[in-house]
């Protein structure tokens, strides 16, 4: 019932976000509206979020988030955290649902393809463009959650991004969200949701030759923060 209630709330949310249009799409109101939409669905779910290393995070930099994703509440969770302008880079399927679509599209939200490596590269300066105007950007860099709760390799799309842009890193450990709603099921479990902003990693220093030893350098961060067992029952 809690999820039929999600759903149907997250559509009336996207024709309201379509209506919004009328705002700059990187406003103060459209920015409030989706933490409205995040925070709505974690409360109506039952889910309390802990936030650690809060200090961390600057709200007038551009950032590139890099997450572990064990849930789609991972989403829910980082919207409602992240203080500032943040948008997600999502994998083209979500831009397929009619409604949507269009409210992620008017939303600000970025498409990639990631079957297609032209395409994503495309993603990549757009999403560079974007983030010179002040804007953060979120990536799940595992590329789809995980089945099991462990933390898979990760892809080096988030990474290319920040060494391209000279934007920081800040690495985020997301703990909690798997046991709440498992990948394929729709069973929801209230519970409590903890995120985890790193210090953040700068990148002036770092060439695109190095995006295997950043992107491993992050994936190490997050796993030594991140809590299999949080939440837990």
Not at 33 to 47: D, E, H, N, Y
Not at 188 to 194: E, Q, Y
């Amino acid at each position: 019932m809690i999820i039929f209630a999600s759903i149907l709330f997250t559509f009336l949310c996207s024709f309201i976000a379509i209506a919004m249009g009328i705002f700059k799409t990187y406003s103060d109101p459209i920015n409030n509206f989706i933490r409205f939409w995040a925070r709505t669905i974690l409360r109506i779910s039952g889910i309390q979020v802990e936030i650690i290393g809060i200090e961390n995070v600057n709200s007038g930099v551009p950032t590139v988030f890099l997450s572990n994703h064990g849930s789609l509440f991972d989403i829910l969770a980082a919207i409602y955290t992240i203080p500032g302008t943040v948008r997600f880079i999502a994998k083209k399927e979500l831009f397929r649902i009619p409604i949507f679509a269009q409210g992620m599209k008017l939303a600000g939200m970025i498409k990639i393809d990631r079957g297609d490596s032209a395409k994503a590269r495309e993603t990549i300066n757009e999403a560079i463009g974007i983030m010179k105007k002040g804007v953060s950007v979120i990536i799940f860099p595992e590329g789809t959650r995980s089945r099991e709760g462990n933390i898979k390799p990760f892809k080096k799309g988030g990474v290319i991004l920040a060494i391209n842009g000279k934007f920081q890193i800040i690495p985020m450990a997301i703990s909690g969200s798997f046991h709440i709603m498992k990948k394929n099921s729709l069973h929801l479990r209230k519970g409590k949701i903890k995120v985890h902003f790193i210090e953040p990693i700068q990148t002036e220093n770092y060439q695109i030759t190095d995006r295997n030893l950043l992107i491993g350098k992050v994936r190490d961060i997050i796993v030594e923060n991140y809590d299999p067992d949080y939440n837990r029952k």
